[in-house]
């Protein structure tokens, strides 16, 4: 054989129809073969080639398996009820390795009819704070607790958060943020894993998986505020967050 590749093509190839010969119609597409170019390591005339994937850089890797774990929240059928009224997933935006991640309850009707988290009212005033932080808006990844809009905007449910917390949590540990804000009550007190009003969780930081985590207000709420307090007391939790970052606090 003059070529170690070719030889390896003729290989599956033949392995291929003996499958077919044999009734087996379907072969599942391996994801990591797929992706990872194949190379010969050994080639001798009287040595079968050995064949290995080449070395895969793991953020690409993590890039990969974002997008399989995207993949299978879009087909999700846990949660009935969204299912059946959710145009599509919303499942985050933003880079691995973010800087912060900002962390929501759930998509509303911009972000069901968009895919993108943020992307209404809500998250018009989010980017707002984030500008007023001088964070770079590209290092910041967003998501929401669970991956559909509840029908009407209605709260989440127990069960719907539970649905989606594998998602949460391989999504979480894939992005890989240094930060983390939880906006809202629903969020905190899940990522917190502790009870009572938003007022106990606020003024501290906690860990989310080993990551500083800061509790806030979510944005809806601080829209709907007239007294102009939330606003402040945001404004409070972002200094917090800045600080614990080593970055300084704007004037
Ligand atoms: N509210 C949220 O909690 N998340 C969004 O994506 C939009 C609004």
């Given amino acids: ?6 030889d390896l093509v003729q290989q599956v190839r033949s ?12 072969v599942p597409r391996g994801e990591a073969l797929v992706h990872a170019p194949l190379r010969v390591v050994a080639k001798q005339a009287d040595v079968a080639p050995v064949v290995a994937p080449e070395q895969e850089d793991p953020l690409e890797t993590r890039q990969r398996e974002l997008e399989v774990l995207r993949a299978e929240v879009a087909a999700c059928d846990k949660c009935s009820e969204l299912f059946a ?3 599509q ?3 985050g935006t933003g880079p691995l390795d973010a800087e912060v991640a900002f962390v929501g309850e759930a998509p509303g009707s911009g972000e069901d009819a968009q895919g993108e988290p943020f992307v209404g009212k809500s998250g018009h005033l989010l980017r707002r704070i984030i500008a007023a932080c001088q964070l770079p808006a590209s290092r910041e990844y967003l998501f929401n607790i669970i991956k559909c809009r509840p029908p009407k905007n209605r709260p989440t449910t127990t069960t719907e958060c539970a649905n989606c917390r594998d ?3 391989r999504q979480f540990d894939l992005v890989k943020p240094k930060y983390v804000v939880a906006l809202g009550l ?3 007190k899940l990522l917190t894993q502790k009870g009572g009003a938003l007022s106990g969780l606020r003024g501290q930081v906690h860990e989310y998986r080993g990551v ?3 509790c806030t207000h979510h944005p809806n709420d601080i829209e709907n505020d007239e ?8 404004w409070d939790d972002m200094k917090l967050l800045l600080r614990t970052m080593g970055r300084e606090v704007p004037k």
């Fill in 15 to 26: 392995h291929l129809e003996s499958l077919r010969a044999a009734g087996v119609l379907f």
């Fill in 167 to 169: 998602f949460f949590r």
């Fill in 89 to 91: 997933t919303v499942f």
């Fill in 85 to 87: 009224t959710r145009l």
């Fill in 1 to 6: 054989m003059a070529d170690g590749s070719i």
């Fill in 186 to 188: 629903t969020a905190s």
């Fill in 212 to 214: 500083p985590l800061v």
């Fill in 227 to 234: 007294t102009g307090q939330l606003k402040r007391e945001t």
